[in-house]
Structure formats: structure tokens, C-alpha cells
T-cell receptor
Framework: DTGVSQNPRHKITKRGQNVTFRCDPI?????LYWYRQTLGQGPEFLTY????????KSRLLSDRFSAERPKGSFSTLEIQRTEQGDSAMYLC???????????????FGEGSRLTVL | AQSVTQPDIHITVSEGASLELRCNYSYGATPYLFWYVQSPGQGLQLLLK??????LVQGIKGFEAEFKRSQSSFNLRKPSVHWSDAAEYFCAVGNSASGGSYIPTFGRGTSLIVHP
């Protein structure tokens, strides 16, 4: 299957611990997005990359959050000193930008669910 | 800034009945518009999209949506709902301008409940 892959699918951690999520996008996609989804809400934008460059970050992304896409392929999202309010589903999506025009749809992974105790 | 409103948090229909889920957007020009479906514990799957052209778009699983510029709406419809359609549905808008950031914005979702 060549879809977007995320792992781990589930992570339970204690408050104050660090966690890292990984996302492998569709191989030819140059854009990669991280969204956060809490119960009863739609996905909220966190950050996105075009190739290895992080182009934009949401104000939701506090300094405890950091994302990387070192070689323009997979990406990691790290949360340091987790808090109970970080409990959510973290969704990764990828898309393809062609030429100068913004294009299309995002292809989502199945998400990584974080529970902070 | 673009935004999306899905006014219905829950919709309940009987199996076989028709369905319409509402979506209103705010954007200064003609946007890109999407409907996604999310089953419990799963990621989002694209149902259909509108970029330009024909304002009535067909999607997967028998869904369709109509872009109405005058109403800033992009409502999702299905003529006959199946029990397997029970899920969360999200409308999203993306900016169509060349250059700049491309960050699709999602509505809060509508939960579809299907009664047998």
C-alpha cells in the first residue's frame, strides 16, 4: 500500500514525558501537513512542509512542539513535556504541488492517537 | 482568512432515505472545496472535490455536492443512504490563489447516524 503511513497508531504516556510521531507520506508528494483533531472537532492545522522546508506553523504549535522533515521524505512531530491537553489524534497528510499553482486534495494517514495520563 | 461552517452537529436519517449535509464557506474568491468522510478510529477519506467548472460534482460511494457561489455553500447529498454511511463528514476549503500558503481549513464535522 502506498498511502500515508503513521506510527505509532496509539501512544499512552505520562504527563511530562516526550513523545514522537512519524509520518511517511505518499512517495511523490512534496507537501506534508500535520493536523490535530480532538473529540467532536474537525482537524486543526499545526504545520506544513514543502519538501524539507517548514513553510508555516500555527499558533497552536507551542514551543513544546517541533516538527521536522529532514530529507523531504518522512516527517516527525515531537511533543516535549506532554500535558493532558495534548491528548488528541495527530493526523498527517500529504499532497502534491505542481508548478506555481496550489493544487488539490490532502491524502490523510490513519492518525496517531495520543493519550496523556 | 478562509473558514468553514457546518451548522449541523448530528444528522439522523433512516436507511434508504435521502441525505443532505450543509456546508458554508468564507473565502474571497472561488475556493477549492472538499468533502471528507471519517469512520471511527480512521483517517479522513476524500469523497469529492470542486476546483472549477461544473458546479455539480460526483464523488465516490454515490455522493454528490453542488457548489453555489451565491450562497457560499457546498452541500453534500446522497439519494439513498446505506447503514455503512454512518460516519463523520467534514467539509474543507482551500485557497485557490497561486503562490502563498496552501492550508485547507476544515469544518467541525457532521455526525451521520443511520437508523435501520
Amino acid at each position: 500500500d502506498t498511502g500515508v503511513s503513521q506510527n505509532p497508531r496509539h501512544k499512552i504516556t505520562k504527563r511530562g514525558q516526550n513523545v514522537t510521531f512519524r509520518c511517511d507520506p505518499i512517495s511523490e508528494h512534496n507537501r506534508l501537513y500535520w493536523y490535530r483533531q480532538t473529540l467532536g472537532q474537525g482537524p486543526e492545522f499545526l504545520t506544513y512542509f514543502q519538501n524539507e522546508a517548514q513553510l508555516e506553523k500555527s499558533r497552536l504549535l507551542s514551543d513544546r512542539f517541533s516538527a521536522e522533515r529532514p530529507k523531504g521524505s518522512f516527517s516527525t512531530l515531537e511533543i516535549q513535556r506532554t500535558e493532558q491537553g495534548d491528548s488528541a489524534m495527530y493526523l498527517c497528510a500529504s499532497s502534491l504541488r505542481q508548478g506555481a499553482r496550489n493544487t488539490g486534495e490532502l491524502f490523510f494517514g490513519e492518525g496517531s492517537r495520543l493519550t496523556v495520563l | 482568512a478562509q473558514s468553514v461552517t457546518q451548522p449541523d452537529i448530528h444528522i439522523t436519517v433512516s436507511e434508504g432515505a435521502s441525505l443532505e449535509l450543509r456546508c458554508n464557506y468564507s473565502y474571497g474568491a472561488t475556493p477549492y472545496l472538499f468533502w471528507y468522510v471519517q469512520s471511527p478510529g480512521q483517517g479522513l477519506q476524500l469523497l469529492l472535490k470542486y476546483f472549477s467548472g461544473d458546479t455539480l460534482v460526483q464523488g465516490i460511494k454515490g455522493f454528490e455536492a453542488e457548489f453555489k457561489r451565491s450562497q457560499s455553500s457546498f452541500n453534500l447529498r446522497k439519494p439513498s443512504v446505506h447503514w455503512s454511511d454512518a460516519a463523520e463528514y467534514f467539509c474543507a476549503v482551500g485557497n485557490s490563489a497561486s503562490g502563498g500558503s496552501y492550508i485547507p481549513t476544515f469544518g467541525r464535522g457532521t455526525s451521520l447516524i443511520v437508523h435501520p
